[in-house]
């Protein structure tokens, strides 16, 4: 049921209706104009609540708040109301019955106006939880942390967060109204823009590394994400940038690089000189004493090389296995592993419990399996090595637990590998259990190490699908 007020001059005409009325709806006698989802109005009386009413439509705008107008054929008083195509909407009046009023045909005006309002108030529902959703939307992108910049289908900038303004240098007013080529370092070829271009016209998402400008003119390494944004029928709008700088992630990366290859490069040359120098020298030497000091210089050189090339060896590995993006059934990754360990080290037992069945994990954890499994075996002082690998599905994870009979991780490596952190008074070696901590943090993983009389036992938890 539905409030109606009814806005009629006299108590009688007033009361009359108002009986009418409230056969399907509520009616409001009140004489001071009060909101409601519907009024009537008299000819006598609209010159008295026309300013309410026309403030309460404005207010109210955009839900519709339907008027009926009564007109007396015979009524002295004459109201001009404008014309529809050329009145300043929202309308005063929007429908208008002739007194004395059909009951049938009043039911039916009210019961068309109301279903407009109704109609109305959904929109506007619906409105008001788009606009609060952009509002949240706009709070989240101004205050990210990474640089995102808004254009039209014409690549002109229509919006830049404040990130954005933080890395270029160029404030909102300034980047709005251009467009991106604002940051063109040159290099980057037109072809490289060209491709961008096709691409996300295409519909498709754009990603690359680039080198931009900023406003300074300094230079920067972005990793950038461009999108298109679509309507419901997949017509392209515009299309949205994400920018994140990595200059000193990149800078970094050569940094790593160049001194891996130098270091590697003269600890090779380096130790292999000194190796041939102290072969020269045994053959030259008759003490006893002075033959035991130079095999020791030997021992400890190549023990330098072979460091020296298993850093080598983890680099490449480490490489390779971060850019490879596939899965592997978990079951089938541990059957593969302990064949080919099997083939290698004849003498080793391997025990594998798996209750993983159908679990996929990121192919980036297997060279870390490998690594942990294999380690079992390789510094096994055990006349019969053992390992034994245990696999469970928990919901989203899944355990594997290498447990060997050797020695154990020393103390000190444990603790190292499970702070992630080295110390300068407190370091470790081994070059394999970091290469295996990094896949499995790379992937969102956990590695917990415990080491009895009995041997080591490995626990790694990863993400399972």
């Not at 010159?47 to 839900?63: G, M, S, T």
């Not at 009210?110 to 509002?135: F, G, K, V, Y």
């Not at 072809?191 to 498709?204: A, M, P, S, V």
Request: proline share 4%; charged share 25%; net charge negative.
């Amino acid at each position: 049921m539905a409030d109606i007020q009814l806005l009629l001059a006299g108590d009688g005409n007033r009361d009359a209706l108002a009986s009418v009325v409230a056969e399907h709806h509520t009616p409001i006698t009140d004489g001071e104009f009060r909101e409601a989802d519907l009024h009537i109005v008299d000819e006598s009386s609209f010159p008295k609540y026309r300013a309410a009413i026309e403030q309460y439509k404005h207010r109210a705008d955009p839900v519709f708040c339907p008027v009926i107008l009564v007109r007396r054929e015979e009524t002295p008083v004459r109201i001009d109301l404008p014309d529809i195509d050329a009145a300043e909407q929202p309308l005063v009046v929007n429908d208008i019955v002739t007194a004395p009023v059909d009951t049938q045909a009043l039911f039916r005006t009210i019961a068309n106006l109301l279903a407009r309002r109704s109609h109305t108030e959904d929109l506007a529902e619906n409105l008001r939880e788009q606009n609060n959703e952009l509002r949240r939307f706009r709070n989240a992108v101004e205050h990210a942390g990474h640089a995102i910049l808004i254009t039209n289908t014409n690549g002109i900038i229509e919006y830049v967060n404040p990130a954005f303004e933080e890395l270029t240098g160029f404030s909102a007013e300034e980047a709005t109204g251009r467009t991106p080529r604002i940051l063109k370092s040159g290099e980057q070829g037109e072809q490289f823009y060209e491709r961008l271009w096709d691409t996300i016209c295409r519909g498709e998402v754009w990603t690359s590394e680039i080198v931009n400008e900023r406003k300074s003119g300094e230079r920067f390494i972005l990793n950038q994400t461009i999108a298109p944004i679509q309507d419901a029928d997949g017509t392209i709008q515009g299309f949205v940038g994400i920018q994140n700088e990595i200059t000193g992630r990149r800078l970094r990366e050569q940094q790593l690089t160049v001194f891996h290859r130098i270091l590697r490069h003269n600890l090779r040359n380096n130790g292999t000189t000194i190796s041939g120098r102290a072969d020269i020298l045994s053959e030259l030497v008759d003490d006893e004493d002075a033959l035991a000091h130079l095999e020791t210089i030997k021992g400890n050189v190549q023990s330098l090389l072979d460091i020296s090339e298993k850093a080598h060896h983890v680099q490449e590995l480490l490489a390779d296995s971060v850019t490879d993006d596939v899965e592997r059934e978990l079951e089938a990754v541990l059957s593969d592993i302990t064949d080919g360990l099997a083939a290698a080290y004849p003498d080793a037992e391997f025990v594998v419990e798996s209750d993983v069945t159908s679990s996929t994990i990121d192919a980036k954890v297997v060279p870390a399996l490998q690594e942990l499994i294999e380690n079992g075996i390789k510094h096994s002082d055990a006349s019969a090595p053992r390992v034994t690998i245990r696999a469970e599905r928990h919901d989203t994870t899944a355990t594997v637990t290498v447990s060997d009979n050797g020695p154990g991780v020393p103390d000190q490596e444990r603790r190292v590998i499970e702070a992630a952190e080295e110390k300068p008074l407190e370091h470790g070696s081994g070059l394999g259990l970091w290469f295996a901590y990094w896949l499995i943090s790379y992937v969102g993983g956990d590695i917990d190490i415990q080491t009895d009389g009995d041997g080591t036992s490995i626990a790694v938890t990863m993400p399972v699908r």
